[in-house]
Nanobody, 121 residues
């Protein structure tokens, strides 16, 4: 059983940056880790994932070049660096993990509780 805990959310101004962390309670070196977000009134959206070897892929064109997913297996932590934030980035951000996880939320069995990100214009 792996427990995930996100942190680092909060209020940012448009154009600003935030760094989210996702700390795991157990080793995640064998897990694909991912970030999702859910905007108010919308469904959960995949931001991207990072493989066990540290290769990140991004699912949403709007975050490419602005967001970076990374991992530190020694610390059992995954990060989401968000730069050039926009008001439309507002939402609850979740990390997820699963051995062999893919693009879709249904492929992940372990989830954090989420952290709120609010970007003001």
């Amino acid at each position: 059983q792996v427990r995930l805990l996100e942190s680092g959310g909060g209020l940012a101004q448009a154009g600003g940056s935030l760094r989210l962390s996702c700390a795991a309670s157990a080793r995640i070196s064998g897990y694909t880790m991912a970030w999702f977000r859910q905007a108010p009134g919308k469904g959960r959206e995949s931001i991207g994932s990072i493989s066990t070897s540290g290769v990140a892929t991004y699912s949403v064109d709007s975050v490419k070049g602005r967001f970076t997913i990374s991992r530190d297996n020694a610390r059992n932590t995954v990060y989401l660096q968000m730069n050039s934030l926009k008001p439309e980035d507002t939402g609850v951000y979740y990390c997820a993990g699963q051995a062999g996880g893919g693009t879709y939320a249904g492929t992940y069995g372990y989830w954090g509780q989420g952290t709120q990100v609010t970007v003001s214009s």
